[in-house]
């Protein structure tokens, strides 16, 4: 089944304690994305990948890294989480059909 | 700027009746359009999308949209709605580059509730 995979869907953790979001697409799609999701704002892009080792900022870039080492992963790294950080979020690859989305992941920084 | 707006952010509706969804779009190059629906605490589904061809775009649940360029808009219909409806319905745009549709601008949503 063509599918994008987060993990972890939920994760609670500490102001400044580096965390990980892994993100894997199975349908060899070369573009990759993260998108933060919040009330009232819809989904914003955070960075996207149109290939291996491209990489670029999105539109709320600031307090995030990304790495595509290899085709199918595209991980989120927040170095040192702060609150305004506490978000919906959701990874996405997509080629000329369109977006295949992940099932999200629910972070709240305290 | 390229741009996506939702002026409705609640509507509600009796289950049965029709309803529409507006998605109006400000974006320099051909769009490609897309609406999804997300169900509390779910991910998001993509309910239809137009590429180009007939404006008239059918998708799943019973839905549709109409792409009509003069008005920049994209909306969303259903002609009887069930209680099952009920969610938070996202539009965007996006547009083809290098093979792939690249990034996607979202409206802030429209969230429906469904009365008995």
């Known amino acids: 089944e063509a599918q994008v995979t987060q993990n972890p869907r939920y994760l609670i953790t500490v102001t400044g304690k580096k965390l990980t979001v892994t993100c894997s697409q199975n349908?060899?799609?070369?573009?990759m994305s993260w998108y933060r999701q919040d009330p009232g704002l819809g989904l914003r892009q955070i960075y996207y990948?149109?290939?291996?080792?491209?990489?670029d900022k999105g539109d709320v870039p600031e307090g995030y890294k990304v790495s595509r080492k290899e085709k199918r992963n595209f991980p989120l790294i927040l170095e040192s989480p702060s609150p305004n950080q506490t978000s919906l979020y959701f990874c996405?690859?997509?080629?000329?059909?369109?977006?295949?989305f992940g099932s999200g992941t629910r972070l709240t920084v305290v | 700027a390229q741009s996506v707006t939702q002026p409705d952010i609640h509507i509600t509706v009796s289950e049965g009746a029709s309803l529409e969804l507006r998605c109006n779009y400000s974006?320099?190059?051909?769009?490609?359009l897309f609406w999804y629906v997300q169900s509390p605490g779910q991910g998001l589904q993509l309910l239809l999308k137009y590429f180009s061809g007939d404006t008239l775009v059918q998708g799943i649940k019973g839905f549709e949209a109409e792409f009509k360029r003069s008005q920049s808009s994209f909306n969303l219909r259903k002609p009887s709605v069930h209680w099952s409806d009920a969610a938070e319905y996202f539009c965007?745009?996006?547009?083809?580059?290098?093979?792939?549709?690249?990034?996607?601008?979202f409206g802030t949503g429209t969230l429906l509730a469904v009365q008995p």
């Open positions: 974006y320099g190059a051909t769009p490609y």
């Open positions: 996405a690859s997509s080629d000329s059909y369109g977006y295949t």
């Open positions: 349908m060899n799609h070369e573009y």
């Open positions: 990948s149109m290939n291996v080792e491209v990489t």
């Open positions: 965007a745009v996006g547009a083809q580059y290098g093979g792939a549709t690249n990034k996607l601008i």
